[in-house]
């Protein structure tokens, strides 16, 4: 049949109202429009089952609201397949296929649907106790003028249906989305869809999955977003809770900053990431996986994941704001811009939180690039993670600031560089205190002022043990471990330090009321093409120095044991300590300006 309706509004080509079971219709061409809204190609409503709708070619068109296919209240078992659906409005809200009120068991399948109009165009929208649907095999684009276009929509108790296989384009200005679960939907699969979003403005998003969405699974999907800010591959948020996001191959691209592969956000709890492919473009600030906002018990687990921008601060993985017991391991990150990129950063109470197995890259045409950042974060566990930052200078492989407490930072490998100087293997300062750093191998180098292990300001009650560090530039000031500026009650043992420079390079440097140290059965080397190479330096501090290897070589005043500036009553303690200092004017013990 060939069908054309017109009118005002709520014109409809075909209609089955009422316990119209078991209807096939077929192989029509259907035209239904009106003046205004609300007009529909093929309508079906109320407690009406079986019926299958296929090889149809259905236009839609009017203002606003006008549907290719409605089922409503009551339809089950229904099979919409093969069907070519085109709706247009002048207006808003243009549906290929709408199934609304407690429609449960039925198939929409291998249907070509294309919608357009202003803004809120969806493909297809499940809504309101709509369960048990397969949505497979669709290929579905929607546009509009303006923002907010979905591909597929579950809003309102819609649970267990199967999104499969479909291929999904959205575009307009903002906010378009391909596909969206939401409110108290649950238990669905999102598996093996090739997903677009776009937009000329900010906000598209490739899957949300929102307000107390429970259980969903959303895996081997290819999502690709892009737009000019705020872009996101796959978001989590409020009270999404326990779904799996697994296996998906995740781009997203912004023309400005603040582009996120995997967002999680708002109480969004025991979630898995897991096996992703995820890459992130844009300006600044664009995040490979971000938790946000009590955000706990995640798994983010074995995904591979480069974050750049054409500016600084992109980072890998970023937990934020109250983001607890998170567990990040065996990922692969890649974080590069100009500066202060991150491979991971946890921050604000981000507390409890297990980073091991992961090997963490990040590169920077300038400064301040940082492999793991701890902020005002406590009871962290950074183990077992091998960690290369590169840049111009502060890269810094391990950094842990501003009150971030008992961190075990144990069995790393650290590789930071510059071509040019303060590059930092592990940094710990501002009132980090009883942190635990063991059993990390450690490689700094640069040009001048390069530190294997810094503790600084305040950060007090460190075990610092077994460590091997590597510390070394093209030029002077490198240091082995280095402890000032009122840091207290430090402990290092049985670490074995190589410093090498130029000259004034240090194994052991104790500054500024870095008092009460224990310096023991530490096996330190230090050399320098020149002069003042040392092997522990004491400058206004004190501390047991004791049962250490020294040895120091260079031109001259190569010292093992140097103390300056030890004020009256000041007490340390030297004993059993085995010194060898290989060049012309260079002492076993030198004590310069101390009373």
Known sequence: NVINTSGTSNNYGIQLYTSVNDTIISNNSIFSGGSTSSNVGIRMITSSYR??????????????????????????????????????????????????SIAGGNNITSNVIATNGTSSNQGIILQIDVNTTTVERNNVTTTGSAGSNFGIYLVT????????????????????????????SNDSIVLNNNITTGGTGATNIGVLITTRAYRNNATNNLITTRGTTNNYGMQLSTDANTNVVARNNITTTGTGANNFGVYLVTRSTSNNVTNNVINTSGTSNNYGIQLDTSVNDTTVLNNSIASGGSAGSNFGIYAIAQSFSNNITHNRILARGTSSSEGIRLQNNGDINNLEYNN?????????????????????????????????????????ETDSNKTVLDDN????????????????????????????????SGTTNNYGIN?????????????????????????????????????????????RGAFSNYGVSLTTGANNTIVDRNNISTNGTT????????????????????????????HGIKLENITDGTVNIFDSNNITTNTAGSFAVRIQAAN
């Open 455 to 499: 503790l600084e300001t305040s950060a007090n009650d460190t075990i610092v043990l077994n460590n091997s560090v590597f510390s070394g530039g093209s030029s002077i000031n490198n240091y082995g471990i280095s402890v000032l500026t009122s840091s207290f009650r430090n402990n290092l043992t049985q670490n074995r330090i190589l410093s």
């Open 157 to 184: 108790r819609v649970n267990s249906n199967n999104l499969t296989n479909n291929v999904i384009n959205t575009s307009g200005t903002t906010d378009n989305y391909g596909i969206q679960i939401t409110t108290d």
């Open 51 to 100: 019926n299958n709708i296929t090889h149809n070619r259905v236009l839609a068109r009017g203002t606003a609201n006008n549907y290719g296919t409605e089922l409503a209240t009551n339809i089950e078992f229904n099979i919409i397949e093969y069907n070519n659906f085109t709706t247009n409005g002048t207006g808003a809200t243009n549906v290929g296929i709408y199934l609304i």
């Open 413 to 444: 490998n650290i590789t930071t560089g510059g071509t040019g100087g303060s590059n930092f293997g592990i940094y710990l300062v501002t009132r980090a205190t009883s942190n635990n750093i063991t059993n990390n191998l450690i490689n700094t």
């Open 360 to 400: 963490i890259t990040t590169n920077g045409s300038d400064a301040n690039n940082y492999g793991v950042n701890v902020i005002t974060s406590t009871l962290n566990n950074i183990t077992r993670n091998v960690v290369f930052t590169n840049g111009t200078s502060s890269s810094i492989g391990i950094r842990v």
């Open 531 to 558: 002069v003042a190479n040392l092997g522990i330096a004491l400058v206004n501090s004190n501390g047991n120095i004791t049962n250490n290897r020294i040895i120091t070589n260079g031109s001259t005043d190569n």
